[in-house]
């Protein structure tokens, strides 16, 4: 298996501009899950969906963040503007929730570094 | 509210032991264990799903105290491959989503 799949592993960008981060989750897999880690803060949940569905994106920062999963092999995370606070390691993960609130494994991509100058 | 893990970072030589704890002041449904090397993504290594589970992956076990609401990592016999940052990872209730301790750093020399 291929495991979870990120692209761009890094990323440097200005300020102002827009930042596209993707993810390709493990086939088969049903919810996936976007974190920010970072010195500071530590890591932490931005948004998962489950079956393509955004469930809870309570932690998104702010409204220049947006996630979107249009189909079960793909998500996005854009940043629109980015600014040099949103400097972090930002990781995808994946896991097969045979429940609803069933606990099971994430499986973490390889992570994409962006830097924000 | 985040789990509390302590101690925040740990530095043993090989073939100490070690144990890292992660507490939570709310009820705890389960706990997953990872481990992040530096620059890498994190790694599974363990969920204890009832109170009073413990369960092991080759010589590092957990124990699940619901009551105490707390769960505990063991390390036996360090190895150097061991180092890197141990998460306790804790779901709210109902929910997919798990919020992850602040992580214990454990450094291994030889």
């Known amino acids: 298996d291929a495991g979870v799949i990120q692209s761009p592993r890094h990323e440097v960008t200005e300020m102002g501009q827009e930042v596209t981060l993707r993810c390709k989750p493990i086939?088969?897999?049903?919810?996936l899950f976007w974190y920010r880690q970072t010195m500071m803060r530590g890591l932490e949940l931005l948004i998962y969906?489950?079956?393509?569905?955004?469930?809870?994106d309570s932690g998104m920062p702010e409204d220049r963040f947006s996630a979107k999963m249009p189909n079960a092999s793909f998500s996005t995370l854009k940043i629109q503007p980015s600014e040099p606070r949103d400097s972090a390691v930002y990781f995808c993960?994946?896991?097969?929730?045979?429940?609803?609130?069933?606990?099971?494994?994430?499986?973490f991509g390889p992570g994409t570094r962006l830097l924000v100058l | 509210q985040q789990p509390v893990q302590s101690p925040q970072a740990v530095i043993l030589r090989e073939g100490e032991d070690a144990v890292i704890n992660c507490s939570s002041s709310?009820?705890?449904?389960?706990v997953h264990w990872y481990r992040q090397k530096h620059g890498e993504a994190p790694v599974f290594l363990m969920i204890?799903?009832?109170?009073?589970e413990q369960k092991g992956h080759e010589k590092i076990s957990a124990s699940f105290n619901e009551k105490k609401q707390q769960s505990s990592l063991y390390l036996t016999a360090s190895q150097l491959s061991y180092s890197g940052t141990y998460f306790c990872?804790?779901?709210?209730?109902?929910?997919?989503?798990?919020?992850f301790g602040q992580g214990t750093r454990l450094t291994i020399n030889p």
């Open positions: 709310k009820a705890l449904y389960s």
């Open positions: 990872g804790t779901p709210r209730e109902g929910a997919q989503k798990l919020v």
């Open positions: 993960a994946s896991s097969l929730a045979r429940l609803a609130q069933s606990q099971e494994t994430q499986y």
């Open positions: 969906f489950n079956n393509n569905v955004p469930i809870d």
């Open positions: 086939s088969g897999h049903n919810s």
């Open positions: 204890l799903l009832k109170g009073g």
